[in-house]
């Protein structure tokens, strides 16, 4: 053996049993904490799923790091996402609960997004909600065909957000005539107007959602589901039509499928770019058992939530392809987006419904 040969691998030993290279994927989490940044305000269901990925996703990452949720909302999820982009930490000891809509907003080109969704690390979504425009049953409309020819106000919270799109698109593609009000904080200050007659109706929703945060209204008739925002039908709203099922041409509907897409990365867990790709695969092994744990899906269950999860692969997958869309469907799109709205200060005379 040459002595250059023995110098290399007596170099090579030398590294092999430093503290870096030996360092198992134990060591890399063991006693340590993860913060979960979570887009969207507290109450809601993006919040209540986030958390329930914080209380078990840590118990299968080895080492078995802490994980603690942190609400950073925001521009519906861009704040969130262009803190995870831009300023967190590398290292796999930061994640965020983000927007499904954040990659429709690169597509689009909106001013706030400070990002590259390609770049980051999709980790998994546990559940594909299944979003739908809905009405207080006292609006006095069943079908989606009335609501062209009556006009109905819903509440939302930003134009950049599902509960004002969805009913835009609708205005805009489908004759619709519904006036959109923006400022609320979350979905509950909408679901509180919509119950004392402030609004008639949320613009977005998860159907799962309505079930477990309001099963009541579900079981009594309070709430009428007029349209569904997905690619597939929820089995419990076989006669609610989809948004693509009423695309008058071929061209809305290569629109309406791609804001369908967008629905399709739902409730995601994200990693920022530059995390290391064994690490990242770590997280995505330890989200993939945690989605099959029979403690996780025993804690969901209590929350009324179903779990349809979909891995990290699978996401970056639907990020591609809504950033590889023709640019003359964005364009018809974002023609399609535009829409007015309301301060909610002008529903209610001498009442703030922002601040509910």
């Not at 590259?116 to 739908?132: I, K, L, M």
């Amino acid at each position: 053996m040459s002595r250059k040969i023995r110098t290399l691998l007596a170099a090579a030993a030398v590294l092999a049993a430093s503290p870096v290279a030996a360092q198992t994927d134990s060591d890399v989490y063991r006693g340590a904490t993860i913060r979960l940044v979570i887009g969207l305000p507290p109450g809601a269901s993006y919040d209540d799923i986030a958390r329930l990925v914080a209380r078990h996703l840590g118990a299968h990452i080895p080492g078995r790091p802490k994980i603690v949720p942190e609400n950073m909302p925001g521009a519906t999820g861009r704040v969130a996402a262009s803190y995870l982009f831009n300023a967190a930490p590398k290292d796999g000891t930061v994640l965020a609960a983000l927007h499904e809509s954040v990659a429709l907003a690169q597509a689009l080109g909106e001013s706030g997004v400070r990002y590259d969704a390609r770049a980051f690390g999709w980790v998994g979504s546990p559940v594909q909600p299944d979003d739908v425009l809905t009405l207080w049953h006292s609006a006095g409309v069943q079908r989606i065909e009335e609501a062209r020819s009556k006009v109905l106000i819903l509440g939302a919270t930003t134009a950049t957000a599902n509960n004002f799109i969805h009913p835009t698109l609708a205005n805009n593609l489908l004759g619709t005539r519904f006036t959109i009000v923006t400022g609320y904080e979350g979905g509950n200050a909408i679901d509180l107007a919509m119950e004392r007659g402030e609004v008639q109706g949320r613009g977005s929703n998860t159907w799962n959602t309505w079930k477990s945060d309001h099963p009541d209204w579900v079981r009594e008739h309070k709430i009428v589901p007029l349209l569904q925002m997905s690619l597939e039908k929820h089995p419990d709203l076989p006669d609610v039509p989809r948004f693509i099922d009423l695309a008058p041409d071929a061209r809305v509907r290569a629109v309406l499928e791609l804001v369908s897409a967008s629905a399709g990365i739902a409730r995601p867990i994200v990693a920022p770019p530059g995390v290391p790709p064994e690490r990242l695969a770590l997280l995505r092994r330890a989200f993939d058992a945690m989605a099959a744990a029979p403690d996780f899906l025993a804690d969901a269950a209590r929350l009324h939530e179903e779990v349809r999860p979909v891995g990290g692969a699978e996401l970056a997958r639907r990020v591609q392809l809504i950033l590889d869309a023709p640019p003359a469907e964005v364009a018809l799109l974002k023609q399609s987006m535009q829409g007015k709205s309301q301060d909610c200060k002008s529903v209610s005379a001498g009442k703030s419904c922002a601040k509910d």
